[in-house]
T-cell receptor, first 112, second 118 residues
């Protein structure tokens, strides 16, 4: 079936470096993508989203890139901080009412 | 706090007992979702309400599971005759109507309700 997956289960970075978390999706009909951050014991926290009619969107210290040709999504975090340590999920919406399909997640570990 | 509220946050129950979780969505949101998440996995869709109507249920939602949203505001998720395999975090989320197809509105999640079946 259709699925959303991630290339790397764990990413370790030094504080202050930029982080890039990647995600592949398989449903070419998906038109909306979201990145969530989840800290231990908490619910997913919205970070940034992008629609399929865009290829880049920027937020505060975060940028999402969408490459529809290869069905690839990435989250870039600038100047990574210890507070960014968490599991990051990409999710795709292929339904009209935001039924999200999540990948397994990437753990980001930020070292001082 | 105007976010999605869930309670109880933690529930330990004996196998075979019934449990009920409550979700209060963001007040102006008419769409409400339940997801389940196990350790190391992403959330999995269980069911979706638009106002009081339950419009979709996942195959993951067995006959022992029932969700309601009687007045189109808060929702409850009941699990009857719990099994150890039901141990997970149950997440509620809400969103408003997408203004138009392709504009995708943001889904906000609550902090989840942890269920441990012993």
């Amino acid at each position: 079936g259709e699925s959303v997956g991630l290339h790397l289960p764990t990413l370790s970075v030094q504080e202050g470096d930029n982080s890039i978390i990647n995600c592949a999706y398989s449903n070419s009909a998906s038109d909306y993508f979201i990145w969530y951050k989840q800290e231990s014991g908490k619910g997913p926290q919205f970070i940034i989203d992008i629609r399929s009619n865009m290829d880049k969107r920027q937020g505060q210290r975060v940028t999402v890139l969408l490459n529809k040709t290869v069905k690839h999504l990435s989250l870039q975090i600038a100047a990574t901080q210890p507070g960014d340590s968490a599991v990051y999920f990409c999710a795709e919406n292929s339904g009209g009412y935001n039924k999200l399909i999540f990948g397994a997640g990437t753990r980001l570990a930020v070292h001082p | 706090d105007t976010g999605v509220s869930q309670n109880p946050r933690h529930k330990i129950t004996k196998r075979g007992q019934n449990v009920t979780f409550r979700c209060d969505p963001i007040s102006e949101h008419n769409r409400l979702y339940w997801y389940r998440q196990t350790l190391g996995q992403g959330p999995e869709f269980l069911t979706y309400f638009q106002n009081e109507a339950q419009l979709e249920k996942s195959r993951l939602l067995s006959d022992r599971f029932s969700a309601e949203r009687p007045k189109g505001s808060f929702s409850t998720l009941e699990i009857q005759r719990t099994e150890q395999g039901d141990s997970a975090m149950y997440l509620c989320a809400s969103s408003s109507n997408a203004v138009a197809r392709g504009q995708g509105d943001t889904i906000y999640f609550g902090e989840g309700s942890w269920l441990t079946v012993v």
